[in-house]
């Protein structure tokens, strides 16, 4: 994880809401995302203060060079698929231009030409950033794997980073409401089919692959970092009771796939150079980390020093204007395993990972309480409510109630560089 | 189920090789693909006889009209998602229409254009008759499920459709070879990572979806049926060693998507009419359907009665020019769920599914020892190898094994139809 001039502490950006001292899209942040006005279509945008540059209008001005305007080029389509297939390389050559036309020292010229492509977010709508083609969730927190396994930990979880297909099809951008799920559970030994009573969120992680491999050609451990193009925020939407009665014996299926939300901006792993830390130690008795999985820069480096935060708010808060209240506050680099080990057990059958495919973290539990990433946990399967600022109880979520997630890097002699939010309101199952 | 005239027994087409009467596409069967000759680019095309109708160039001659015309345009692409989309109605009128030009009654006119469509598959490449963005696998047989699980049945299999998400990026061709995947299982009690040796397939038919629903809106089961396109077969290669151990607690991953093999030809339910039979009948003891997967006509012709089996070709009986030996020969009449409870299973928690999607049926064992579709039964896990004609014997599929698969609607009184083959060989592990 090479550091340059892109994070560097006392760049400052011309544009002036980029300077605030808590915002999430500083100088040194540069998020790719998927935009329009009213209008228009959708095309690839960098998120910096409160605007976006739309790549496409800038891929025109002349500005960018080379390898820069290729990828400005590649994200002026409705997706940044294309994009993500030129690979980081051409990310961070892009990524670098744009610091420089977006700092302070920009010439006049740079500064007059790359201000005309700024649109303020207020006026604009995000879409998905990617299509996406291929979707896997992990479960890749020791913590939350054995506070919801309640007995022992899985055979395969401290050898591989287990893991399921997810469904492609409803993963959706924040601000989409979820629908509460309709399913069968038991209930007093009883099948039942009604609306989902125990709905959860699940704090997590995203990833999109880069380049990707093809069918039969694993990605080796030492080439899997590259292929992480960036990370968001994701809301893996968990309906307990479908979950629990059919995921025997072939795993999680409709408890899972009525949504799944994600953050619009992708932030480039070359923004979170600086937030990088060695992946979490094995304990004695921990088998060794398997062969093909192992890898010196990712034993270093493997990590992403992240602060994740999920919120509620209900409908009586929101009535109320209260501030949303905080459910969760964890951190990702406490993962047992790492995206680079993630991917590359993913290829290593052979499997081939497409550019903007998606891989979830799993529940980014950590070991303290307050680090419960779902409610499953927080209220031990809904036996203990957890109690709300305005006196509130919660088991699950009810109708009318929004979870916000939240993510933000942090360090010591760093500019901290955010996720922006990752949204969505619970709304009544539909009549049938 | 309406028969009509393309059903009717007696109709016969000019194109001789559709009147072989042992061949899989006579003109009752009228089967859509994809495909190309050498320097042109793949369009869909109906498989008659031994040759194949472009529809492109079909659509350009003005035989055809109104929604059939749209839908040989729409069958113009390189994938049938578009022709998919238009439903089965349209489907049913290109099918009236090709029926009447490919018959001998057409007018000397009708027969004169239509020729100068017809492709001979000898001169074409096949490629995947649609873009697949959602794989879904099921667990349809209670025989199959019942000796794979060796104790009791998975607590929801009577009430629901047990499913997981496949891999859609790597379901490739029948033809296209099958790498030996690598992968870590349990050996002596130590986790060893290598070339799987339990490799394994499944015989499974595969269901395409028509228009699909948008996300939150179910598809009730009585409008299950129209959404089914049509039918192929499906290969779902399984390792064995991987599967097992990967599979607590969310299920086959890497087990299974290093390769889903297909047959290249779409055989509509419209011409599956014919064959059409009751659901397997619950018996005493067995819970009740849930009503929302319960339909009239689902339990009087929701399933299909079609002839599968598998054969296997070793190195040795090809060096001999031996016949492929068969392993397996079931019935798909036989499984305890209908592609349409699982696809109105699918979506009942408001799962969105799309114009293409792929799901399988699961492994379509009878009660029979003939009947069981896959080595982990035939062999018990590889405890009884099965004996091969020319005295080799096999517990598992080795490297150079090809696996054929055919299938074959055939009932008294109606002009039989197939699907064509589904084959793939095993190729031996990539070097690491």
Redesign the interface.
């Known amino acids: 994880m090479v550091l340059d001039s892109t994070h560097d502490v006392k760049r400052r950006s011309w544009v002036e809401s980029a300077g605030v001292s808590d915002g999430d899209f500083p100088i040194q942040n540069l998020p790719f995302g998927v935009f329009h006005r009213s209008g228009e279509d959708d095309r690839g945008g960098v998120a910096i203060g409160d605007s976006i540059v739309d790549l496409r209008a800038l891929s025109a001005t002349g500005l960018l060079t080379g390898r820069a305007l290729d990828a400005a080029r590649a994200a002026s389509a409705p997706t940044l698929n294309g994009l993500l297939s030129l690979g980081t390389t051409a990310a961070s050559a892009l990524r670098a231009q744009l610091s420089t036309l977006l700092s302070v020292d920009a010439s006049p010229e740079q500064r007059a030409l790359s201000a005309r492509c700024l649109v303020p977010m207020t006026g604009a709508e995000l879409s998905l950033p990617v299509a996406v083609?291929?979707f896997?969730?992990y479960?890749c927190s020791l913590d939350h794997t054995m506070r919801m396994?309640r007995t022992t930990l899985?055979?395969?979880f401290k050898?591989?980073p287990?893991?399921?297909?997810?469904?492609?099809?409803?993963v959706?951008l924040s601000g989409e409401p979820v629908?509460r799920?309709?399913?069968?559970w038991?209930s007093e030994e009883e099948?039942r089919?009604g609306p989902e009573t125990a709905l959860d969120f699940e704090l997590e992680v995203g990833a999109f692959v880069a380049t990707g491999n093809e069918?039969?050609?694993?990605i080796p451990i030492a080439a899997a970092g590259e292929q992480l193009y960036g990370l968001c925020l994701l809301n893996d939407w968990s309906?307990r009771g479908?979950q629990s009665?059919?995921?025997?014996?072939?795993?999680?299926?409709?408890?899972k796939?009525?949504?799944t939300s994600i953050s619009p901006w992708i932030v480039t792993t070359a923004a979170l150079a600086p937030f990088r830390v060695p992946s979490r130690r094995r304990e004695t008795g921990d088998?060794p980390v398997?062969?093909?999985l192992d890898d010196p820069v990712d034993r270093e480096s493997g990590a992403f020093d992240l602060t994740l935060e999920a919120f509620v708010v209900t409908p009586a808060m929101r009535a109320a204007a209260a501030a949303p209240a905080r459910l969760t506050s964890t951190n990702f680099r406490d993962m047992y395993w790492t995206f680079a080990q993630m991917l590359a057990?993913?290829a290593?059958?052979?499997?081939?990972?497409?550019p903007g495919?998606l891989l979830g973290s799993g529940t980014t539990s950590g070991p303290t309480d307050a680090s419960r990433a779902c409610l499953a946990e927080i209220t031990r399967r809904g036996a203990d409510p957890v109690n709300l600022p305005n006196g509130e109880q919660r088991r699950w979520l009810e109708d009318g109630d929004e979870v916000i997630l939240r993510g933000r890097a942090m360090r010591e002699g760093c500019v901290a560089i955010g996720f922006g939010e990752c949204r969505a309101i619970v709304r009544p199952a539909?009549d049938?």
């Open positions: 083609h291929g896997t969730d479960l396994g899985p055979a395969a050898h591989l287990i893991a399921y297909n997810g469904r492609p099809s409803s959706r629908d799920p309709w399913g069968q038991t099948v089919f069918l039969g050609r694993p309906a479908i009665f059919e995921s025997a014996p072939l795993g999680p299926f409709l408890g796939s009525f949504s088998p398997p062969e093909h057990h993913h290593s059958n052979g499997c081939n990972l497409r495919d539909l049938r």
